[in-house]
């Protein structure tokens, strides 16, 4: 009986053990809210919080706080990053999971995963070094190479080997009887992966697609680098809607980076209030992710 | 075999997985608007046998092939293997409806091969799901996910889906295996009524129901080399009643396999 009650006794504190493991990552999270929110305070006090998120204009020697034209640059960097990095990424999964052989799987793989090793930074001189001066080549007035394009280019790179590798997962779970079933009713591949292994492979393929949206919106350094930093609200910079791209912009988290080191008072917690603006953007990708998951299941 | 079409056959075909052998030099010949029943032990070969039939095997790195398998006198080989897949359906041993509505797996085969008018499909759609006597159970709601029926309701969807393509042969992987015995009467009453408008070939591990369903049986065992052969083949009660091969007489009387 004693072994028993021994064996009892393990049982209830593991039990304990598992809890906290899994409450400490929830209380890690409600607490650096809870940090960044307090610092956050005095400037939505101080600027109120509408006016901030509206404002245009940043110069925190008139006191100017707005943070719109951070929340467009974070917003159009990372929708570029989606248009070029999810069609790619997608290419890539279903060819190592339906059309590659063996062994290109095998070289393939490791430098997919390799990409993902590489520091940000490391991306953020290959953009400025290559990436800038090409799109410098682009004929517009006042396109500088540093914007949005490049900015978006060395993002959707950056996003490809979670995107791609966790959609080519998604695509190889998909029970082989569908795959039979399309091909015995005169399906061509192509066909197949399109209309049934695609769509049964969508929640996966959505959660691929949020966790390279999170990385994203938090990438800095590499951002810092190649984006410009101009705290302007992007607009076209020729008759063109698309040259949008060709604008410098800053992004909430290259804001931070950038000013955190010598801001004091209203201007630091400005600051903090970018970060809480961050993490409100992180929040609603995710929770949409789980309604499109959602709907998805019907 | 006398006053019967020949809808499909083969000559001397024989299938290798890289080196090895698992069919050897099959001869058949699979009479139209009939049901053919391939009996056997497992790994005799019979699966692999019914999937030459509409090119699966073609999916399988390695495989090879020699002889012929015919569909109304032309080698399937030189076939457009679209084309032959229309023309020669087949419903799997575990039932495959797609992650899709029943309206949308039905329509899947029609879709892909061109049909897009809404109304024509609604009517194709109807007809299919009548013929694989489902259509009672799932008309009132059209949209419901295929995998939401029961196992045996899945499977005559996945038959409707094949039916909806109009095909010549329906190829039959162990249809009712994965169904219970109440499943498995339905299917085979359907099955009836199908090879009016159909050839109908099925593999089955189960022999009560090659001796219920089937016309003509094909009874396949592997050789010393363990390469599948075709030992006899014959009308079902013919074979079940006076083989003409012993060891068709072992298997039959349940002496082995």
């Known amino acids: 009986m004693t072994s028993g009650s021994r064996r009892t006794g393990l049982e209830k504190t593991m039990k304990t053990v598992l809890l906290v493991s899994a409450l400490a990552s929830l209380l890690i999270v409600l607490l650096i809210f809870i940090f960044t929110m307090k610092g956050a305070l005095p400037a939505f006090r101080e600027l109120g919080v509408w006016e901030m998120l509206s404002g245009t204009t940043w110069r925190p020697g008139n006191g100017e706080f707005g943070i719109l034209a951070m929340i467009a640059g974070s917003g159009l960097v990372t929708f570029g990053a989606v248009l070029i990095g999810v069609p790619l990424a997608l290419g890539t999964a279903v060819f190592l999971s339906e059309i590659a052989p063996g062994w290109i799987v095998k070289i393939v793989r490791p430098s997919i995963e390799l990409l993902a090793g590489i520091p940000s930074v490391v991306y953020g001189l290959f953009g400025m070094v290559v990436l800038v001066p090409l799109v410098r080549e682009i004929p517009a007035p006042g396109n500088a190479g540093f914007g949005l394009l490049s900015a978006s280019i060395v993002l959707a790179v950056m996003v490809l080997p979670t995107i791609a590798s966790i959609s080519e997962f998604a695509i190889r779970s998909v029970p082989g009887g569908y795959r039979e079933g399309s091909l015995a009713l005169g399906a061509t591949k192509w066909e197949t992966v399109s209309r049934v292994l695609i769509p049964a492979a969508r929640p996966g393929i959505i959660s691929a697609v949020v966790l390279g949206l999170g990385r994203a919106l938090g990438e800095t350094i590499a951002m810092i680098m190649v984006i410009g930093n101009s705290v302007i609200l992007p607009a076209a910079i020729t008759g063109n809607p698309l040259s949008i791209f060709l604008s410098r912009a800053r992004t909430l988290t290259g804001n931070i980076a950038v000013e955190i080191s010598y801001a004091t008072g209203v201007h630091e917690s400005a600051l903090f209030a970018t970060g809480v603006v961050l993490f409100v953007l992180i929040m609603l990708v995710n929770s949409s992710a789980g309604f499109l998951l959602k709907r998805g299941a019907r | ?257």
Request: glycine share 8%; hydrophobic share 35%; charged share 25%.
């Open chain 2, 1 to 257: 075999m006398e006053n019967e079409t020949t809808r499909m056959s083969t000559e001397d075909y024989s299938l290798y997985y890289g080196k090895f052998k698992a069919l050897n030099s099959i001869n058949i010949e699979i009479p139209s608007n009939r049901i053919t029943a391939f009996i056997g032990p497992s790994g005799c070969g019979k699966s692999t046998f019914l999937r030459s039939f509409n090119r699966m095997n073609d999916l399988i790195p390695g495989v090879t092939t020699t002889g012929t398998v015919n569909l109304d006198g032309r080698d399937v080989a030189r076939e457009d293997v679209v084309k032959l897949r229309k023309k020669v359906g087949m419903v799997f041993q575990r039932p495959n409806p797609f992650p899709k509505s029943i309206f949308d797996n039905v329509a899947y085969g029609p879709r892909l091969h061109g049909l897009k008018n809404r109304s024509e499909l609604a009517v194709l759609v109807e007809k299919s799901l009548r013929q694989a006597a489902i259509w009672e159970e799932v008309k009132d709601d059209l949209q419901k996910s295929g995998m939401s029926l029961s196992g045996g309701q899945q499977q005559r969807l996945c038959i409707a889906r094949a039916i909806a393509v109009e095909p010549e042969v329906i190829l039959m992987d162990e249809p009712a295996s994965a169904l219970d015995p109440v499943a498995t009467l339905k299917i085979e009453e359907l099955m009836n009524e199908l090879k009016k408008n159909y050839t109908i070939a099925i593999v089955t591990h189960n022999m009560q129901q090659a001796g219920r369903v089937s016309d003509y049986t094909a009874f396949m065992l592997t050789d010393q080399n363990r390469a599948g052969n075709l030992i006899e083949f014959g009308a079902t009660k013919q074979i079940f009643t006076t083989p003409v091969n012993s060891r068709t007489e072992d298997y039959i009387s349940g002496r082995f396999g």
